[in-house]
């Protein structure tokens, strides 16, 4: 028994130290990432149920890492997020989606809004003067400029998450509620914040329209916004019956595998320019 439980000991201690190593070497490498330029943003378009007509964008995060390729955001916004380097990405992020809005302009594109997103740790007392700075120094307008924040942020309704967010959306920011549906929030507390639209998480639509729970909780979150008078996006669409259910239920915009991947900038400015439709 003592033998069996010292093994155990040990071999889960030496699964937690790989993964320390792991997230070691993560944030270092990231670290030289953001000097050496490995970083990206890749663009997907929202696209509206009534025209069928791109009406906005969300930034995404890519890292080309010169041995292991691309890595997933989903393997190092975590490690990052734990780490506080996500400030210095966060800010990369705000700067780059800036700097491509403002040569989209300057090239005479009409551009729909650019969604952000923002991790909870960057949703401080400052962010609004940081993105009244950011938006100042690229001459971008901040209605070129929406914000994705996810539920975690809402949940205990602190005041001060209030009044930043009561503050971003004075100086003329967008925010989105990401994710929805995956959190603790409930539909009526939402009321209580500054937030224009809402993206169904893609958990949900994954099931649509044959899931009978899920069609119901699609059918729920639409209502719902619909009274708060909330735009409403249903996000990893990627079959033609997903995106017919969506549209009878009354949502307003989808993004999705089925109208494009995310794609590097000079791919989305093409779909732009060529009227790409739904
Ligand atoms: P998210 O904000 O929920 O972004 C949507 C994710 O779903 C993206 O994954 C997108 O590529 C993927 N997706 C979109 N349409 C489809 C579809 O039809 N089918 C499937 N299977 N997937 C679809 P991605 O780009 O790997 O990003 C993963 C997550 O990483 C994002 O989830 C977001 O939470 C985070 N992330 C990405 N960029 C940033 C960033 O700049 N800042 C922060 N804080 N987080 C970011
Ligand atoms: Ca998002
Ligand atoms: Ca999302
Ligand atoms: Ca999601």
Redesign the pocket.
Known sequence: KAVQAEAAFLFYSEEMNQRAKEHLRIESELRLALQRNELQLYYQPKVSLRSGRIVGAEALLRWRHPVRGMVSPGVFIPVAEETGLILELGNWVLEEACRQVRAWKDANLIMPPVAVNLSARQFDRRLPERMADVLQRHQVQPEQIMLEITESLLVGGAENVVSIMNELVAMGLALAL??FGTGYSSLAYLKKFPISTL?I?RSFVIGLPYEENDCAIARAIVTMAQQLRQEIVA?GVETAEQMSFLRDLGCDQLQGYLFSQPVPAEDFERMLREGKRL
């Open positions: 990401d994710d993206k998480d996000e």
